[in-house]
């Protein structure tokens, strides 16, 4: 695949310009909001921070996606990294996991994306989930620290999966093997990315809206019925409509949408546990008005991987 | 640029809590666990005040290896010595001069790393106190660093990224009347403190 591919293909410039229009939106709105007194206040400063990342961030996939394959994987491998980051940080690990940690960061990690970049999909599908879990229990145990071995070991295996191998299959959508070849993985990939980031977006609006019973009390007081009802019911619609970035028939999409939306809900329920386990609110300070990396990305971990099996499943792909 | 590098592999954070990054004399004072401790302080101040700030380091482990001579030459390290202190080479000496010559430094007034899993800084040694006694003006600061010995534990040498959190501390001085180990204590407390203060 060549350089700015994504810019010569009309669907992919259709989705961009939709993209860039609500954006577009998304700043005149939170604009027009802030005027006089209730610009100052603490949700709107929130709110124009939150839109401000969200243009760095679109800018930051786009431009990756415009340099083709191997730009889009380095870009993943770089999320994964600064995310696992996060994660490590707040996951505390002691002494004995040294060495483990170092692999996971410095060999599982680019290893991963090697192997999708390469591409290799057999091997990469395996290489997490059978050798490097195996590597990192092994090389804590033989660090000779027992104390509180499994707790350790079970926060380096969890950021290992969320973080290096979920985030991985956001490249790999490229080299699936879809009929029309990469630039048919590009719009799928932006057809999830949309779908499941509009689905926070939205039941952010929702929530903040209508919202007023929490789904989890104990868990989120901010996930509220109104809030994921409506960010997932409108978020599929949207999935549903833009049908043609997929390669599959409109109910198809509908479906693969709420599964998406879904688990994206279930991925940031996951990660606010852990979040609420070790006692902060973000995983960090990356992104302004969103909190970490991980933060942002937490509805992918689980949504990635499994959109992208169904879709291998579904058209049976090799 | 070796700032710049610092940052981006430690990711590392300053907090500012109890004081300001000004421009006036100063004497950063922190727990240590970590070689990073020094670089990752002097990394997370702003360029102007970097410029003027050096790391204390020791002389023994510092000049140890051709490698460990040319980090702490290129980073600025005042080297004092730790062991046969005679007068010819009383660590109080290069410290002096380096204040009187309008530095400020950072110093780890534990005078070594404290061991891998301890959860406290060691006790404190009396350098602290003594440049406290000669150079009233300056103000000490305490730090306190989290993470670093997560980064690069003392005896390992390959480096696990995880993000660095810098707290610089509300000044302290010396009280009237206080004696030196009362000093040290406080001034113990104060970093400790600043650990427990966000977590």
Known sequence: ?318 | MIAGFIRLVTGVQARWCGCVPESDQRIYFANHTSNLDGPVIWASLPPALRQRTKPVAAHDYWTATRLRRWLSSSLGCVLIHRTQITGANNPLVPLSAALESGGSLIIFPEGKRAAADADEPDVFKPGLWHLAQRFPNVALIPVHLENCNRILPKGDWVPVPVIVSVSFGEPITVNEGEDKEAFLIRARAAVIALGNDHV
């Open chain 1, 1 to 318: 695949m060549t350089m700015f591919d994504i810019w010569h293909d009309s669907h992919c410039r259709t989705v961009l310009a939709i993209i860039g229009a609500v954006l577009i939106g998304a700043s005149v709105i939170t604009a027009s909001l802030s005027r006089g007194e209730r610009g100052k206040t603490p949700l709107m400063i929130n709110l124009r921070a939150r839109v401000v990342a969200w243009w760095w961030m679109v800018a930051l996939v786009v431009m990756a996606l415009s340099l083709g394959f191997i730009a889009t994987v380095v870009f993943f491998a770089f999320v994964s990294f600064l995310a696992l980051r996060e994660f490590i940080t707040l996951a505390p690990t002691k002494r004995g996991d040294h060495r483990a940690l170092f692999s996971v960061f410095f060999i599982a990690l680019p290893m991963h994306y090697v192997l999708i970049a390469w591409p290799w999909y057999q091997f990469w599908a395996i290489f997490i989930p059978v050798y490097a879990f195996a590597f990192v229990a092994i090389r804590s145990a033989l660090a000779g620290d027992c104390e509180r071995y499994l707790e350790r070991n079970s926060k380096i295996q969890f950021g290992l999966m969320a973080c290096i191998y979920a985030i991985g299959h956001l490249p790999a959508f490229l080299v699936m093997g879809l009929p029309e070849g990469e630039i048919a993985g590009m719009r799928l990939l932006l057809w999830l990315l949309l779908v499941v980031q509009l689905s926070d977006v939205l039941q952010y609006v929702w929530g903040k809206l209508f919202g007023r019973k929490p789904v989890i009390p104990r868990l989120s007081p901010h996930k509220t019925w109104a809030g994921f009802l409506g960010g997932i019911t409108s978020a599929t619609i949207i999935g549903t409509g833009l049908w043609w970035l997929t390669p599959l028939l409109w109910y198809e999409a509908s479906v693969l949408a709420l599964i998406a939306t879904l688990l994206g809900f279930c991925g940031g329920a996951v990660m606010s546990a852990i979040k609420r386990d070790v006692g902060v609110k973000d995983f960090g300070h990356a992104i302004g008005g969103h909190g970490g990396i991980l933060d942002r990305i937490d509805s992918l971990i689980f949504s990635g991987p499994v959109v992208y099996h169904l879709i291998r499943w579904w058209l049976d792909l090799p």
